[in-house]
């Protein structure tokens, strides 16, 4: 059974930084396409960045502040967060496709259960 799942989130000041975890079980996820998108209350879920075939995609929003990496020896996958600001608060969501990278969240067959990111101004 495959299964994501997320650590690291937490309660930051603006302008501080968190690594979330995603580490991945039930097969060899080192050929997939790893991702991470939010969902802010009310608002859709939203992509934030990807990992596939080497080479990394990010949000607008992001870039610059947000950094994705993967181990594929541990099957984990790594976003880290600089410079964060309040509109950055979210649930993150970890998530894996057999295909090469897009941003749209139905196209990602596997998600982790979310890690809450909470920033106060």
């Known amino acids: 059974q495959v299964q994501l799942v997320e650590s690291g989130g937490g309660l930051v000041q603006a302008g501080g930084s968190l690594r979330l975890s995603c580490a991945a079980s039930?097969?060899?996820?080192?050929?997939?396409?790893m991702a991470w998108f939010r969902q802010a209350p009310g608002k859709e879920r939203e992509f934030v960045a990807a990992r596939s075939g080497g080479r990394t995609y990010y949000a607008d929003s992001v870039k610059g502040r947000f950094t994705i990496s993967r181990d594929n020896a541990k099957d984990t996958v790594y976003l880290q967060i600089n410079s964060l600001k309040p509109e950055d608060t979210a649930v993150y969501y970890c998530?894996?496709?057999?295909?090469?990278?897009?941003?749209?969240?139905?196209?990602?067959?596997?998600w982790g259960q979310g890690t809450q990111v909470t920033v106060s101004s």
């Open positions: 039930g097969r060899t996820f080192s050929s997939y396409t």
């Open positions: 998530a894996a496709s057999n295909n090469y990278y897009t941003s749209y969240p139905r196209n990602y067959d596997h």
